[in-house]
Nanobody
């Protein structure tokens, strides 16, 4: 079983910065892609950024140039550095981990989410 836990959310003023962290733990054989999604109230969950095991990245157009995704493979952790935040970035941010556990099949594991609120 794989557990995924996000941290680092909170309340920030527009123009400010926040860094989110997401750590995967458990009986993990390998972690492939790691990503961040967000879901604002009344909207569908959307991809924010994704990073491959080798460090390749992809971003939503709305966050390009402002957000940076990175990972530490030794710690099974992915980060999301969010700069120049806007009120429209307000959402619950979720981490997803594409992992192959020691016992079982390759699956996508989700964290519980962390709230980021940007005030104007």
């Amino acid at each position: 079983q794989v557990q995924v836990v996000e941290s680092g959310g909170g309340l920030v003023q527009a123009g400010g910065s926040v860094r989110l962290s997401c750590a995967a733990s458990g009986s993990i054989l390998i972690i492939n892609d790691m990503g961040w999604y967000r879901q604002a109230t009344g909207k569908q969950r959307e991809l924010v950024a994704v990073i491959t095991r080798r460090g390749g990245t992809n971003y939503a157009d709305s966050v390009k140039g402002r957000f940076t995704i990175s990972r530490d493979n030794a710690r099974n952790t992915v980060y999301l550095q969010m700069n120049s935040l806007k009120p429209e970035d307000t959402a619950v941010y979720y981490c997803d981990v594409d992992s192959l556990p020691v016992y079982g099949s390759r699956s996508i594991y989700w964290g519980q989410g962390t709230q980021v609120t940007v005030s104007s």
